[in-house]
T-cell receptor, first 120, second 113 residues
Framework: AQKITQTQPGMFVQEKEAVTLDCTYDTSDQSYGLFWYKQPSSGEMIFLIYQGSYDEQNATEGRYSLNFQKARKSANLVISASQLGDSAMYFCAMREGHVQGSGNTGKLIFGQGTTLQVKP | ETGVTQTPRHLVMGMTNKKSLKCEQHLGHNAMYWYKQSAKKPLELMFVYNFKEQTENNSVPSRFSPECPNSSHLFLHLHTLQPEDSALYLC????????????FGQGTRLTVV
């Protein structure tokens, strides 16, 4: 069965420094996608970055990068130059299967989340 | 703003009440989802709709009843809820197929008293 594990319930980082949020996953599927979402106190889940299982390069989106280590089944999120507005809950999620029409409903399996607080 | 709108944002209801949560998107997405987020728990998938057809019910109690009248709207009808149903209910949508991300609404924070 699919599983996402985020072992850090809470993290602190100094403003302008980089921080790594850990995520490990478990799946028997060869084709899958990994996502990171940010959830501020307002509740909305904001998509940050995506990594496909067949992507050879680590994904990057602005200050966000994903450290994808397939053999270790880890997909850590790196936030560079932290800002006060980065304080939020961060969720790692996985979706199995990339093939349309394969019966894949596109559902996401989420980890428990990590609360990040950026200190001024 | 993700383009997915949920109403109401907050709802307090008694255990004998009947209420409905609404989710709306005009992004051209054809898959819509309901997730439940309880305190200190990961998001739990409740229902999946693809092209207005329900394709997954994740063992959700019958006191939660989803409805998808068209590809832009998704409802969650609530009746005779329990206090443990208090949670943040999140709606999401995406284009089915491939590796597209899901767009989430801001959620409805439900309190059952």
């Amino acid at each position: 069965a699919q599983k996402i594990t985020q072992t850090q319930p809470g993290m602190f980082v100094q403003e302008k420094e980089a921080v790594t949020l850990d995520c490990t996953y478990d799946t028997s599927d060869q084709s899958y996608g990994l996502f990171w979402y940010k959830q501020p106190s307002s509740g909305e889940m904001i998509f940050l970055i995506y990594q496909g299982s067949y992507d050879e390069q680590n994904a990057t989106e602005g200050r966000y990068s994903l450290n994808f280590q397939k053999a270790r089944k880890s997909a850590n999120l790196v936030i560079s130059a932290s800002q006060l507005g980065d304080s939020a809950m961060y969720f790692c999620a996985m979706r199995e299967g990339h093939v349309q029409g394969s019966g894949n409903t596109g559902k996401l399996i989420f980890g428990q989340g990590t609360t990040l607080q950026v200190k001024p | 703003e993700t383009g997915v709108t949920q109403t109401p944002r907050h709802l307090v209801m008694g255990m004998t009440n009947k209420k409905s949560l609404k989710c709306e998107q005009h992004l051209g997405h054809n898959a819509m989802y309901w997730y439940k987020q309880s305190a200190k728990k990961p998001l739990e998938l409740m229902f999946v709709y693809n092209f207005k057809e329900q394709t997954e019910n994740n063992s959700v109690p019958s006191r939660f009843s989803p409805e998808c009248p068209n590809s832009s709207h998704l409802f969650l009808h609530l009746h005779t809820l329990q206090p443990e149903d208090s949670a943040l209910y999140l709606c999401a949508s995406r284009i089915q197929g491939g590796n597209t991300e899901a767009f989430f609404g801001q959620g409805t924070r439900l309190t059952v008293v």
